[in-house]
Structures are given as C-alpha cells and as structure tokens.
C-alpha cells in the first residue's frame, strides 16, 4: 500500500493545455509539499500546505495552483502550460518539522 | 544563491570501502540536516538526519558527521554495497521554517563491484 502516491506518472502536453497532477498520503501526516525537480535535478519547494493551510508559497508563476481538499490530498493545477514547464514534479508529506519526508515517486511532466 | 552544497556530482567507490559523500552549507541558522537516497524514476527516500547539537548519529552501515565550525557535513557508508549506488541528497531545515527543507543538488554514487 502505496504510503504517498501521485498520478499520473507520466503526463505529456502540449503548449498551453492546463493540466492536473493528484497526490494523496495514508500516512496520516500534517503536512504535504509539491516539489520540482529541474533539469539541473535540484529540488525546489514550490508549496506547502499544513492540514489544508497554505503555509508556503515559493516564488511560483501564479498559473500553478495548490488544491488541498483534506489534509490527506494535495492536488496541483497548471494552467497554460509553457515548455519550461517540464521537469519531475514530486509530492511529499511530513508529520514533524526536519522529519523525513516520503516523497512520492515523482511525475515527470513534458511540455511539447 | 545555493545555501546547501554538494560539490561532487558524482563518486565511485569499491564494493566493500568506505563511501564518504560531503555537504557543505552556507546558513548558521540550519538546526536539522538529512541526507535522502534516490534511485532512478523514484521519490527520494530518508536516509538518516542529524541536529544540531549533535556532532554524529550513527544508523547501521550510515553514520553523518556535523561540523558546525565548519559548516559542513559528511554522510559515511560502510562497507559500500552495490546497493548503496544511487543520486544521495543532502538537505537542512532552517529554525522557525514551517517544515521547509533546502537541498543541495544532489551526489550521485557508484559502487563497483
């Protein structure tokens, strides 16, 4: 039983469509994250909600957009997609602050 | 502006030795450090962590090193199996952070057989 599981895994577009990735987490955690890994592989937070509460919101275009139904889903909405778009988007969840994360396995996104 | 540094993309080291991957950070204000493992087409998974008030924390064939004067820290693996070959990321929390993590960019190990 899958602890974080995102879908779809793999997700290719083209320019301009909008397009949505899910995430949930049985792990019964607080606190859920979407994270981008670019093509220089670092790991960029993008947003953080903390039992449905948006607590972070890095310096992302305003056409990514967080929904967190429950505590237990953290879903991400792109609209508009560009070609710099493309990257490994990958969803987590913590319980304490500097605890491990579980990370998802990751959606790989490709713009065309 | 890279508060986290990983300065080796990428080490081999023998089956059986030791594997010593380094991370060196920028900020006095990190209380937490982690290392992750990911391997290819997964989610990174947590490895080991250490506070900042402790200068070692030891986990089976892993043990992290902090050198807070420094500013630096080691993740030791041994003996190196093939298993262990994969991308290992170092991270730090900052006080007060909401849960963020900073990443370095990542290490990418080789164990030879």
């Known amino acids: 039983d899958t602890a974080v599981s995102q879908t779809p895994k793999y997700l290719v577009t083209q320019m301009g469509n909008d397009k949505s990735i899910k995430c949930e987490q049985n792990l019964g955690h607080d606190t859920m994250y979407w994270y981008k890994q670019d093509s220089k592989k670092f790991l960029k937070i993008m947003f953080s909600y903390n039992n449905k509460e948006l607590i972070i919101n890095e310096t992302v275009p305003n056409r990514f957009s967080p929904k967190s139904p429950d505590k237990a889903h953290l879903n991400l909405h792109i609209n508009s997609l560009e070609l710099g778009d493309s990257a490994v988007y990958f969803c987590?969840?913590?319980?304490?602050?500097?605890?491990?994360?579980?990370f998802g396995s990751g959606t790989r996104l490709t713009v065309v | 502006d890279q508060q986290v540094k990983q300065n080796s993309p990428s080490l081999s080291v023998q089956e059986g030795r030791i594997s010593i991957l380094n991370c060196d950070y920028t900020?006095?204000?990190?209380?937490?450090f982690l290392w992750y493992k990911k391997y290819p087409a997964e989610g990174p998974t947590f490895l080991i962590s250490?506070?900042?008030i402790k200068d070692k924390n030891e986990d089976g064939r892993f043990t992290v090193f902090l050198n807070k004067s420094a500013k630096h820290l080691s993740l030791h693996i041994v003996p190196s199996q093939p298993g262990d070959s994969a991308v290992y990321f170092c991270?730090?929390?900052?006080?007060?952070?909401?849960?963020?993590?900073?990443w370095g960019a990542g290490t990418k190990l080789i164990i030879k057989p």
């Open positions: 250490i506070s900042s």
């Open positions: 991270a730090a929390s900052p006080l007060d952070s909401n849960y963020q993590l900073i």
């Open positions: 987590a969840s913590s319980q304490l602050q500097g605890a491990g994360y579980t």
């Open positions: 900020n006095s204000m990190f209380d937490y």
